[in-house]
């Protein structure tokens, strides 16, 4: 198997078990094709990562501002979403390495490759933590991730698309937005969903996600922007 030693380069970070590393980028399709491969998916490495992710920013957010909890919360959804990850994964360049199937790296859907991309930097983030510790990972979430905080700032991408589209709702049409789930696919412990967002009946746009709150978040977001608020 590879070393990855040039994605080692890349992310700045050489392990002392690289299987690690391979691991984090195996998504569970790439199993079905290759049933002797001798590594697990990237999943349970993906688990812990989102664990460690989550900690790093929420302490560094509690250190840094003094705004209060809900706002934290926002803020750290703006740096941990699917779609900032994928991009970060993508700047990183772990695209290239991740062990899928035939049939996954043809399906043409942007958004699930998005995710298998987000998956990738959490479990990397993991194997982080598992080969080299805490101190590591914070300074690889440091490096990679909250460095993303400022634009976040400028751009006000950490305000809550579905706070802010109620207002905008209540204020122009005298109605709250409703919410309903059009699809949901996969299996139990990864669902992925499908919501759309409805104003006094009217379908306004749908968003997706692999989680409820997630895709009602997508929604708001895709209404917004259909209605130019």
Not at 188 to 199: A, C, M, N, Q, S
């Amino acid at each position: 198997m590879e070393d990855y030693k040039e994605l080692q380069k890349k992310i700045k970070i050489k392990f002392k078990k690289p299987d690690f590393l391979k691991t984090a980028l195996v998504h569970r399709s790439y199993l079905n094709e290759h049933k002797s491969f001798p590594l697990e998916q990237n999943e349970r490495l993906e688990f812990l990562g989102d664990a460690v992710l989550e900690l790093v920013t929420t302490q560094y957010l509690y250190l840094n501002f003094p705004n209060p909890e809900g706002e934290l919360t926002n803020l750290r959804a703006a740096l941990v979403n699917s779609k900032m990850l994928s991009d970060i994964a993508k700047e990183l360049g772990l695209g290239p390495f991740i062990k899928m199937s035939k049939g996954e790296k043809q399906d043409s859907n942007l958004k699930a490759r998005n995710y298998i991309l987000a998956n990738a930097l959490e479990a990397v983030i993991g194997a982080i933590y598992l080969d080299q510790g805490y101190e590591a990972a914070q300074t690889f979430i440091g490096k990679n991730i909250l460095t993303k905080l400022p634009h976040i700032l400028e751009n006000n991408l950490f305000l809550d698309p579905k706070s802010k589209f109620q207002e905008k709702a209540q204020e122009l049409y005298n109605a709250t937005p409703i919410y309903k789930v059009l699809s949901e696919s996969g299996p139990d412990h990864k669902k992925f969903f499908r919501i759309g967002v409805y104003i006094n009946s009217g379908l306004v746009a749908e968003g997706e996600g692999t989680s409820k709150q997630e895709a009602q978040m997508a929604a708001a977001r895709n209404a917004l922007e259909v209605k130019g608020w």
